[in-house]
């Protein structure tokens, strides 16, 4: 770690993995009602898990990007940050903005759009410390060093602030609200946050394999250029059944069969770089969820995005568990193993320890990575059988649901298998260091 102001990162990722561990707790609970429909029903109502579950993935996921900024962006710009009490004030309303929500949530006090239920004043202290943060990042990049990793990282920041106001816009037409509800919902996800992974990979692709940076940042400029290309027209697949002019079918069904581009060239790029660079170096935990990230993106948000994008099959599928499928491993795979990523490789240095508790690092990998592969597959089928007997069969919505019980006890018994690996995981990288260093090596810190 070469700049003191680095270890910023570190409340950051701290409190990014708390709420991960909440999300998987709420992600079990609501897993839990699709079997037992009876279960916790007058404590906390299905839909309040489930708010609660998604809202929580988005925050944590912004507040690990924030952590990953503050770790790379010294070291890219080769200047400390600008302000670190500035960090450490934004981090405390964000948190009390997320906190504050998820407590709404279990009194009912919501907006009811989904992923952007946060009360009025969730939603301005959510963009206080956005803005707070851009400006702290903003200036640190302005007067340092200016990079492709730094400067693509900053430009999706940026976007991912500029369209976090639509969320301020509700209009009183469904269709209407639907319309620019996406332009948040997708244009992050599917659009502006793959610049963010894709500078991520790019940093920890530079770090861990030492290929030469002009050649990686040649590779992150195509990548960006597709994603942003393919991306934000992409957003009309969304636009097929909700009122939109019937132009957005034919649009939004070609730019989303080009989505699967940019995540086929993450994954090209990330095991070209491996085979090219060295493969010496000593945090394997890190290089793992690196190359794992990429791949798993390809197929979660690449290939099963693919399977129901275009608008005559998603006639079929659209609100069905195959939609369930798709999100769970798109977003895994994107952006929880990156931000997982980062952490393995940047808490060594934050602790000032040895790379440590690696092995317990990669059984979490295989653990969550395998639980999260097999839920999907049970969902997709779930997903399939769902499509086929309510959609062209015209069977009830509930007797389908019956259905498909067998399915939601696996995919319940995946969750639990997630929720075991996020425990080998916190505790890998906030735990006592085990691993015992090469002879003549001390320690900087105790563990």
């Keep these: 770690m070469k700049y003191e102001t680095q270890r910023v990162?570190?409340?950051?990722?701290?409190?990014?993995?708390?709420?991960f561990?909440?999300?998987?707790i709420f992600g079990i609970l609501a897993a839990t009602v699709y079997v037992l429909p009876e279960f916790m029903v007058d404590l906390v109502p299905f839909h309040v898990m489930r708010m609660s579950h998604t809202n929580l993935l988005i925050v944590w996921l912004l507040m690990g990007f924030m952590g990953c900024t503050y770790f790379l962006l010294p070291e890219e710009a080769e200047r400390d940050i600008h302000s670190p009490m500035i960090a450490y004030v934004q981090l405390a309303i964000f948190a009390v903005a997320g906190a504050g929500a998820l407590i709404s949530y279990q009194f009912g006090i919501h907006e009811g759009r989904e992923f952007l239920e946060q009360p009025l004043w969730s939603k301005i202290l959510i963009t206080i410390s956005f803005l707070m943060f851009l400006y702290n990042t903003s200036i640190?990049?302005?007067?340092?060093?200016?990079?492709?990793?730094?400067?693509?990282?900053?430009?999706g920041l940026w976007?991912?602030?500029i369209f976090w106001f639509f969320a301020f816009y509700n209009p009183s037409n469904l269709a209407l609200d639907k319309l620019y509800w996406w332009w948040i919902v997708h244009v992050w996800v599917e659009g502006v946050w793959e610049l963010i992974m894709a500078s991520l990979l790019a940093y920890l692709l530079i770090k861990l394999t030492g290929v030469d940076r002009e050649i990686i940042e040649k590779w992150l400029y195509v990548i960006i250029g597709l994603a942003l290309f393919s991306g934000l027209l992409g957003t009309g697949h969304h636009y097929y059944w909700i009122g939109a002019p019937a132009y957005w079918q034919p649009v939004g069904s070609f730019f989303s069969t080009l989505e699967v581009a940019p995540f086929f060239a993450m994954v090209m790029f990330a095991f070209y770089m491996f085979w090219k660079g060295r493969r010496n170096h000593p945090n394997k935990s890190a290089m793992l969820w690196t190359l794992g990230s990429a791949t798993v993106a390809f197929f979660g948000?690449?290939?099963?995005?693919?399977?129901?994008?275009l608008h005559w099959v998603n006639y079929y599928t659209h609100g069905t568990q195959v939609t369930a499928a798709h999100g769970h491993l798109a977003f895994y795979g994107a952006y929880v193993m990156m931000v997982l990523g980062v952490i393995t490789y940047a808490m060594p240095q934050l602790r000032r320890l040895q790379p440590f508790n690696q092995i317990l690092n990669m059984w979490s990998f295989w653990l969550m990575t395998s639980a999260?592969?097999?839920?999907?597959?049970?969902?997709?089928?779930?997903?399939?059988?769902?499509?086929h007997l309510q959609r062209v069969l015209g069977m009830n919505y509930m007797e389908v649901q019956q259905q498909l019980e067998l399915f939601y006890w696996m995919?319940?018994?995946?969750?639990l298998v997630v929720s075991i690996a996020a425990v080998l995981f916190l505790y890998a990288v906030f735990g006592p260091a085990r691993e015992e260093l090469p002879e003549g090596e001390t320690r900087l810190t105790t563990a």
């Design 9 to 19: 990162a570190l409340p950051f990722f701290a409190v990014a993995m708390a709420l």
């Design 21 to 24: 561990a909440l999300q998987v």
């Design 411 to 415: 995919r319940l018994g995946a969750g």
């Design 372 to 387: 999260m592969c097999f839920m999907t597959f049970t969902l997709t089928f779930a997903g399939v059988v769902q499509t």
């Design 301 to 309: 948000a690449g290939v099963w995005g693919f399977m129901h994008t």
């Design 159 to 161: 976007l991912a602030a």
């Design 140 to 155: 640190t990049l302005y007067k340092g060093r200016k990079t492709a990793i730094n400067s693509v990282l900053m430009l």
